[in-house]
């Protein structure tokens, strides 16, 4: 389907009729999704309908068992299907108890949203901005691999593309050979908001270290370092491998690598806070160095075991901010509070979609190194 666009002429290649599937685990993010994308084609000059958002119910029996069903017709459209399976704030009744839903859940809902469109959609693709699994990438002795399992799935059942945002181990887009998959960073929207937040602090690079918590995220925090144009250290974990503690080997010692932190500004880089245990000792232990104002910044802040003691690290002065992003579910409660940023990447993922669908490239948009040299002259 080609549309020509009325401002400048251009001829604009669509996949065909965009269609938003937003499940219940990513309704406002879904919404705020829709309403960038309807912004920037009016922007451009190009017919836009008063929503993308496809109605959709997701029901749920009382044994648990549960279904999706399509309230309107998807025929010939791009649809983008949207699960946030990290949200654990859904419920349902189960056997008189209320349920909260897992991943796996949520990720057989996607299965479900799939099943419905039942082949009639032009193009389907999933929108996982926590990838399914993401932490079981590989295989280690007798263990699931389950995180490759569920893109041989997707992509068997004619799922196109899947798109995810700063996935734990990027090999893992060879699970599957024949879909798309892309996987984003959401570093420039972060470094954006630090920037605003701290231009005190950024302007004095010679007192600002980038920081990373183990050796798996030295090339992330390498990145961040090159294009802030400053100093990078590390922590080395040394865990107990002969014990397993709720699914891994507990930390013995955190070992500092790196220049000396003292009166340094920090700023800790992670792709995910889970319980937060490992990010807090580290956060001590800088301060045990006497290092300046402390930062994290990760994509994804799930707070597994709550964000009291992220709450008493900032009331005890260790902890100055955390930014994070609205690509998964955090507590309502800590939103608003000033030790907490949270990053709307919902503009971002919009131009996104918006590409896709137009089948234009997203080459130019998913490369924040020239747009972070650009922030930071």
């Not at 039942?118 to 901005?129: L, S, T």
């Not at 220049?259 to 880089?269: A, H, L």
Request: one cysteine or more; a negative charge; aromatic letters at 10%.
């Amino acid at each position: 389907m080609t549309y020509r666009n009325n401002r400048n002429g251009q001829e604009i290649d669509f996949a065909g009729d965009l269609g938003i599937i937003a499940l219940e685990n990513c309704k406002d993010f879904g919404k705020k999704l829709d309403e960038s994308i309807r912004f920037l084609r009016l922007q451009q000059g190009i017919p836009t309908p008063d929503s993308f958002l496809i109605d959709t119910a997701q029901i749920r029996f009382s044994n648990g068992e549960g279904k999706i069903l399509l309230n309107e017709s998807v025929r010939g459209k791009d649809v983008f299907l949207i699960s946030d399976v990290g949200n654990y704030s859904c419920t349902y009744p189960l056997y008189g108890y209320d349920n909260h839903m897992s991943p796996d859940e949520h990720y057989q809902d996607i299965k479900r949203a799939v099943s419905a469109i039942g082949g009639k959609a032009a193009r389907v693709n999933v929108v996982m901005p926590m990838l399914y699994a993401s932490r079981q990438d590989r295989r280690k002795g007798r263990e699931s691999l389950d995180c490759a399992m569920s893109l041989q799935e997707l992509e068997n059942m004619g799922v196109k593309a899947v798109i995810t945002f700063d996935v734990h181990n990027s090999g893992v887009i060879n699970a599957a050979s024949h879909m798309s998959f892309e996987n984003i960073f959401a570093s420039y929207e972060i470094v954006r908001a630090f920037f605003e937040d701290e231009p005190d602090v950024i302007n004095d690079k010679e007192n600002l270290l980038i920081i990373s918590p183990d050796v798996g995220g030295m090339e992330r925090a390498i990145y961040y370092s090159n294009v802030m144009k400053t100093d990078v250290g590390m922590f080395y974990k040394r865990r107990d491998y002969s014990r397993v503690v709720d699914g891994r080997n507990p930390i013995v010692q955190h070992d500092y690598l790196g220049r000396d932190v003292t009166g340094k500004n920090i700023m800790i880089i992670d792709d995910m806070i889970g319980t937060g245990e490992s990010m807090v000792e580290i956060v001590q232990e800088l301060k045990k160095r006497n290092a300046g104002k402390i930062f994290i910044a990760t994509t994804f802040a799930m707070f597994t075991k709550g964000c009291g003691t992220f709450q008493k690290l900032h009331d005890e002065g260790l902890l100055t901010r955390l930014y994070s992003t609205n690509l998964t579910y955090v507590p309502p409660e800590i939103i608003g509070t000033k030790w907490f940023h949270h990053v709307d990447m919902s503009p971002f993922a919009a131009e996104i979609i918006h590409c896709l669908n137009t089948n234009s490239s997203i080459e130019p948009i998913m490369d924040a190194t020239a747009r972070l040299k650009e922030l930071n002259k």
